[in-house]
């Protein structure tokens, strides 16, 4: 007890000097280029940060096979091998939300990239040990987002 | 260390870090353009052209409002309309906002005055009926959608505000109120209203009544759906598989289109060497996905419909995501009527395929 009280200050400064506790419910950027360049731009910045897109739905040709008038509209899922073996097998109901995805959609010139902020989750889900990996996965998405959006 | 010599050690540590951010803070005034890049710009376009988010640079707006009423929404937002309130800001910060936002434009800022306008609440509330809420909507609660998006046809250039917004009165003065109406902001439906035949007192009579939606509570339009799991989950009493085949049924029981069954870990693991325990099923109806989009083009985030089969523990879960988060997720009250929809469908099909 003694030994956990001494290192009290320690944790002090360790939460004094971590990141802001607030969490946006939503992640999503602007990329000034069209959407084909900014789709490559997002699969690029997935990989260079160490995540495999597994898939990308096209959900505008959904939209446009079934008659709807829609610009480019895609879902881009990706995540770690590790990850998706190993948390639903401890945290099954997190299951609904693997792959991860993000959203990526042409708007005139630009494209729009986002995401739900897995940070958000921490509400819902109490388990501690899952905290950290919500706060990984956030600061790993930002970073994704703020690299393809980066002018280039 | 002892505890003594480990505290004093962390005043040092926080003396220093606390003077260097003061410092900071001191000499490098907060960055507008990059502020309204990280923060505005995914909604309202780099240069304020609008997007997702109304424009900002349409002069007849900015010569119409004071930065005072840019300051209150950026930290009040709108609630349930999109536009969320900035809290963690600082001063500092929505100021260096705001003059990004100003250099955006030449239009001139206007000179508003913070006094209360005095009419006949009554007589405004007839005129409001009469030649307002056929775009505002009746009790002042705003037009459909999202504003202007280039993504999907839209047939106005600006959604008309929400009147009966909680962060819409908060930031706006009377003045600013009446000044739009007298004075209309061109480049949108919005017209001058003394053009229209009235007089100044009428519209003073109709600010009145617009500043009155401040008695009442806050209205539907500014209220968000509210979860208490992100997941909807059932267990099956049958295998893996059959109860993939039971979900399969149970969407085609609810018009949905399959798009594909394929397994959790596909394209994480060599291809053959995928678990049986896990499986995920797409479905779509394109229909309501494109009246979703049109709500809001960002929902795609949730559809199409994702449900996932996964043995685990000795027991075989069926689960999809809650859409209910999507309405606050968004901040997006128009959501709120679909997603208790999508919820309800959701978890059709998966009580029909666990049954």
């Known amino acids: 007890m003694k030994k956990l009280v001494s290192y009290i200050p320690v944790y002090l400064?360790?939460?004094?000097?971590?990141?802001?506790?607030?969490?946006?419910?939503?992640?999503?950027?602007?990329?000034?280029?069209?959407?084909?360049?900014?789709?490559?731009?997002?699969?690029?910045?997935i990989r260079a940060h160490g995540y495999t897109v597994s898939r990308v739905?096209?959900?505008d040709v959904g939209l446009t096979s079934s008659g709807y008038t829609t610009a480019e509209y895609r879902l881009v899922f990706f995540g770690k091998p590790a990850e998706i073996k190993s948390l639903p097998e401890k945290h099954p109901e997190l299951a609904a939300y693997l792959p991860l995805n993000i959203v990526i959609f042409a708007e005139g010139?630009?494209?729009?990239?986002?995401?739900?902020?897995?940070?958000?989750?921490?509400?819902?889900?109490?388990?501690?040990?899952?905290?950290?990996?919500?706060?990984?996965?956030?600061?790993?998405?930002?970073?994704?987002?703020?690299?393809?959006?980066a002018n280039k | 260390m002892t505890l003594p010599r480990r505290l004093s050690t962390l005043i040092v540590l926080l003396t220093i870090c606390q003077t260097t951010w003061a410092a900071a803070v001191t000499t490098n005034?907060?960055?507008?353009?990059?502020?309204?890049?990280?923060?505005?710009?995914?909604?309202?376009?780099?240069?304020?052209?609008?997007?997702?988010?109304?424009?900002?640079?349409?002069?007849?707006?900015?010569?119409?409002?004071?930065?005072?009423?840019?300051?209150?929404?950026?930290?009040n937002g709108r609630a349930g309309r999109i536009m969320p309130a900035f809290k963690r800001f600082n001063d500092a910060e929505v100021d260096a906002i705001v003059a990004h936002i100003r250099s955006l434009s030449k239009a001139p800022h206007a000179k508003l005055s913070s006094e209360r306008i005095v009419g006949d609440p009554q007589h405004g509330k007839r005129l409001f009926a009469q030649h307002c809420s056929a775009c505002h909507g009746?009790?002042?609660?705003?037009?459909?959608?999202?504003?202007?998006?280039?993504?999907?046809?839209?047939?106005?250039?600006?959604?008309?505000?929400?009147?009966?917004?909680?962060?819409?009165?908060?930031?706006?003065?009377?003045?600013?109120?009446?000044?739009t109406l007298m004075q209309g902001r061109e480049g949108t439906p919005m017209v001058s209203f003394v053009k229209k035949g009235l007089s100044e007192k009428d519209i003073n009579d109709i600010v009145v009544y617009v500043r009155s939606f401040e008695d009442h509570a806050p209205p539907a339009s500014a209220t968000l759906?509210?979860?208490?799991?992100?997941?909807?989950?059932?267990?099956?009493?049958?295998?893996?598989?059959?109860?993939?085949?039971?979900?399969?049924?149970?969407?085609?029981?609810?018009?949905?289109?399959?798009?594909?069954?394929?397994?959790?870990?596909?394209?994480?693991?060599?291809?053959?060497?995928?678990?049986?325990?896990?499986?995920?099923?797409?479905?779509?109806?394109?229909?309501?996905l494109n009246k979703a989009l049109n709500v809001d083009p960002r929902v795609g985030l949730f559809l199409p419909c994702r449900i996932t089969i996964l043995q685990t523990k000795g027991k075989v879960l069926v689960m999809s995501v809650n859409p209910k988060r999507l309405s606050a997720i968004f901040n997006n009250s128009e959501l709120n009527r679909l997603c208790e929809e999508m919820t309800s469908i959701y978890t059709a099909i998966i009580e029909e395929a666990t049954l």
């Open chain 1, 13 to 45: 400064l360790a939460a004094l000097l971590s990141t802001p506790g607030f969490a946006d419910e939503l992640l999503m950027v602007r990329v000034d280029h069209p959407f084909p360049e900014a789709m490559n731009l997002l699969q690029e910045s």
């Open chain 1, 57 to 59: 739905q096209r959900v």
């Open chain 1, 109 to 149: 010139d630009d494209t729009i990239i986002l995401t739900a902020n897995p940070l958000s989750l921490e509400a819902f889900f109490k388990d501690p040990s899952l905290h950290g990996q919500f706060g990984r996965w956030e600061k790993d998405i930002r970073a994704i987002l703020n690299q393809a959006s």
């Open chain 2, 29 to 75: 005034p907060p960055d507008g353009h990059r502020l309204f890049s990280d923060n505005c710009a995914a909604c309202h376009g780099n240069d304020g052209q609008g997007g997702v988010g109304v424009p900002l640079v349409l002069p007849s707006f900015l010569s119409s409002v004071d930065n005072e009423y840019l300051r209150k929404t950026i930290r």
């Open chain 2, 138 to 179: 009746e009790n002042g609660e705003g037009g459909h959608g999202t504003g202007v998006t280039m993504s999907r046809p839209r047939n106005l250039p600006i959604l008309a505000p929400a009147l009966n917004n909680p962060g819409f009165l908060a930031s706006a003065e009377d003045s600013m109120i009446k000044h």
């Open chain 2, 225 to 288: 759906l509210e979860t208490e799991t992100p997941v909807i989950v059932r267990e099956s009493p049958y295998s893996v598989e059959q109860t993939v085949e039971k979900v399969k049924t149970a969407i085609s029981g609810v018009n949905m289109r399959l798009i594909r069954v394929m397994p959790l870990d596909e394209g994480y693991v060599k291809e053959g060497a995928e678990s049986k325990k896990g499986v995920i099923v797409y479905a779509c109806d394109f229909g309501f």
